[in-house]
């Protein structure tokens, strides 16, 4: 198959087209507005890979002809970070909603099939969250999050968080229903905090900015610049998914080998990883030491606590729990997660520190 994959340059991008082209089967036509991350596979010069530097928001006509050439077209396109979505929201919904529906239309024109990916947060807070909210008993029982019976619930409007996951259900809902009405042959990917090599930039490499929390924690381990922070105590829960479980899973959904995966949602997860983001800092901290930890290295970070908003800015509200249900992708596509969150913190903690040294060798004239 020709597989068009827009947003091919970002972290789960990279990784799915390293595995397409391992595999072997496929034809990759790879688009990002950044070359930076997806450089090391166009410089293999495979000859399954085509990239092209384009944007979704002002190549249209480029865009247009690559999905007519195609067989399927993967959409990874979004801002995908927390702080942009209290800090512009605006342009969140722009890229996420108004642009990512380009795509759509020009899919349903030339009737292509769409795998589209959304997001764990469609499904916002627990109803047990939303309970105590509303000043009832929160002793609901905690469930997992399924993609045909939970509901989707989120916060009031000036919590500007939600603009991002409003966006990824807005587009979910549409292609839903153009399904219904035309036929629209699509399949909606959520994925549940996956992390893995190259999954976002260090601070102090860029000078600034601000990543997803694994990068913070390793920016803190690795530079000591500032301490670990711990976002309102770091008590909400996280279930991390190591990138390359949860590839083996979109690759599935993108053959569809089984002719099983048109109009679905499916949650990719590892609901067995879950932990707080306070037991996450300290075992990151325990993992580094034992396994990492080299002589010039900053002595182990302070880990402190600051209040949303003061990391965040106003308009911070925090997803407190979300456990994937990952029956569907179990069922319909024979999946099964593998790694455990020690070996999904250590691997990804492997390849940062690694690049780490490499990067200090460079610097110190070691290697050239
Ligand atoms: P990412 O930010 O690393 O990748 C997104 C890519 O899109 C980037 O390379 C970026 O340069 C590119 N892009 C942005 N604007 C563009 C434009 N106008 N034209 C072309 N390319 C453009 O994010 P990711 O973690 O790889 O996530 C991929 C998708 O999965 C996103 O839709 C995200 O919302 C969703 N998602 C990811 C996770 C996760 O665990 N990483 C979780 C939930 C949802
Ligand atoms: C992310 C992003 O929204 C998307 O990439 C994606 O939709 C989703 O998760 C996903 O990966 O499934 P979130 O998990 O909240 O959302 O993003 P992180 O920035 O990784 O934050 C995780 C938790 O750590 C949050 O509670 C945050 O407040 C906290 N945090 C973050 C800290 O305690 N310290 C930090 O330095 C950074």
Known sequence: MKLLLLGAGGFIGVNLTERLIKDGK????AVDIDDEKIDYLVETKSPKLEYHNLNISSDEAEIDGLVAAADVVVDLVAFANPALYVEDPVGVFDLNFTQNMKVVKQCLKH???LVQFSTCEVYGITPAKAAE?????????ITPFSEDESPLIMGPVKNHRWIYACAKQLLERILDAHWKRDGFQ?????????????????????GGGSPRVFSHFMDALLYGKKPIKLVDGGEVYRAYTYIDDAVDCIVRIIEDNNSNCEGQIFNIGQPENELKIKELAVRMCELFDEHFRAEGDPPRPEIITVSGEEFYGKGYEDCDRRIADITKAKTLLGWQPEYDIDQVIFKTMEHFVNSHREKQKKESGEVF
């Open 26 to 29: 496929h034809n990759v036509v």
């Open 111 to 113: 009737k292509k099939r």
């Open 133 to 141: 909210q509303f000043g009832l008993s929160s002793d609901t029982h």
């Open 186 to 206: 699509f399949s909606v990917i959520r994925p549940f905090n996956f992390i893995g090599p190259r999954i976002d930039f260090l601070p102090s490499e860029a």
